[in-house]
């Protein structure tokens, strides 16, 4: 199926006043989890709602979201599948059929957000485009430290230590100067971090969601780019703005990755616009 949005016409319209889904990823790690939903519940302009996406996590996860969900500021949706492999697309594509507002924000559960994070991809955000912020690499010293506070302020996560120093500072001004809006370049495609981006729903759904053929380690991001950008939806890049600390964990296997960048090359000498196995298998209503 090939959805043309040639028709469209991409005025330039921000999602601030018109609500978004806060979609996390998640499996096992409730600890990391526990610090994501902390910063989460500081947020300057809070999400609408928080779609937990879990891909098959044991009960400690389920057991931190009930008690730590009980007063949250916004209601929080834990959606969770059995334990089959890695199958992160299709979590994913079950977050984006119940989500229930038109701007989708997806993080990782190592993802700690600084207090304007949503704010910043709300401000940016613009019909045409889909948007994709950087991180601050937290190292593995700083990490661990981190997990044993309790509760931690905006100044501990600037004294943290790590990598790519640049992503740790705000600055509004520099933040819109630097929202560079890239074309079709391959580069641009394959270079795209699903921990920080952001989307329109109706784009995602254009495109059928994530293909669930990517089902272990890589390139489902790059793919879904490809897709948005074959329909005629850009990449604009967050720099100086939605600010998020990334912490340190092992790296999974990339056993697969060989495989799904073979699949991510054929995707884009197809043009591909369309999820053969994807979003639609799972919408709702």
């Not at 319209?13 to 096992?28: D, H, R, V, W």
């Not at 994913?92 to 990782?108: L, M, R």
Request: charged share 25%; hydrophobic share 40%; proline share 2%.
């Amino acid at each position: 199926m090939i959805v043309n949005l040639a028709h469209r016409n991409h005025f330039c319209e921000c999602a601030m006043n018109k609500g978004c889904s806060l979609i996390i990823t998640t499996y096992n790690w409730p600890a990391a989890l526990k610090k994501c939903l902390q910063s989460v519940r500081w947020q300057s302009r809070l999400p609408d709602e928080v779609i937990i996406a879990d891909d098959g996590s044991n009960s400690d996860t389920a057991d931190l979201i009930a008690t730590m969900t009980k007063e949250f500021p916004v209601p929080v949706i834990h959606l969770t599948q059995e334990k089959k492999g890695r199958r992160k697309t299709r979590i994913d594509n079950i977050a984006i059929a119940n989500a229930k507002y038109p701007y989708v924000i997806f993080i990782d559960h190592d993802m700690v957000l600084h207090p304007d994070f949503i704010k910043d991809h709300l401000a940016l955000s613009e019909k045409g485009y889909f948007l994709n912020g950087s991180r601050f690499l937290v190292d593995e010293t700083a990490t661990q430290g981190f997990l044993k506070q309790e509760t931690f302020s905006l100044t501990d996560l600037k004294n943290l230590t790590g990598k790519n120093g640049m992503n740790k500072l705000r600055m509004p001004f520099l933040m819109r100067f630097m929202a560079r809006k890239y074309r079709t370049k391959d580069k641009d495609i394959i270079e795209v971090r699903g921990c920080n981006m952001s989307f329109w729903r109706e784009d995602l759904v254009a495109v059928n969601g994530y293909d669930e053929a990517y089902g272990e380690w890589g390139r489902e991001d790059s793919n879904i780019a490809i897709r948005l950008f074959n329909t005629g939806i850009k990449k604009k890049s967050i720099k100086f703005g939605g600010v998020a600390f990334h912490l340190h964990h092992n790296f999974a296997s990339r056993e697969d990755d060989a495989r799904n960048m073979k699949m991510l090359q054929e995707s884009m000498q197809r043009k591909d616009r369309w999820a053969v196995v994807g979003l639609d298998q799972h919408m709702v209503g």
